[in-house]
């Protein structure tokens, strides 16, 4: 059984930080393309950043030079570092997991950017 468990998320001030961890079980993870999406109210979900099985990356616009995705392959486990936070990256955040026609979601994780 697949399973993907966010968690780090919270409540923050604008200009902080919050580093969200994604563990995953029931898959071999370092053959995996992991992705963080996120679903503010009202707004369709939107890819955040994602990095390959190769590591090689990739940051949304409204993200880069904020945000940095990483991957413990030996703990099957994607990070997303969120520096410079402002109230619009408020939005439950959501890890993925792909590899070819094959993708898991977890449950998602909290993140709100409020003073």
């Known amino acids: 059984q697949v399973q993907l468990v966010e968690s780090g998320g919270g409540l923050v001030q604008p200009g902080g930080s919050l580093r969200l961890s994604c563990a995953a079980s029931?898959?071999?993870?370092?053959?995996?393309?992991m992705d963080w999406y996120r679903q503010a109210p009202g707004k369709q979900r939107e890819l955040v950043a994602s990095?390959?099985?190769?590591?090689?990356?990739y940051y949304a616009d409204s993200v880069k030079g904020r945000f940095t995705i990483s991957r413990a392959n030996a703990e099957k486990t994607v990070y997303l570092q969120m520096n410079s936070l402002k109230p619009e990256d408020t939005a439950v955040y959501y890890c993925?997991?792909?590899?070819?026609?094959?993708?898991?979601w977890g449950q998602g994780t909290q993140v709100t950017v409020s003073s």
């Open positions: 029931g898959i071999i993870f370092s053959g995996y393309n």
């Open positions: 993925k997991a792909e590899r070819r026609q094959l993708g898991y």
């Open positions: 990095i390959t099985s190769g590591s090689s990356t």
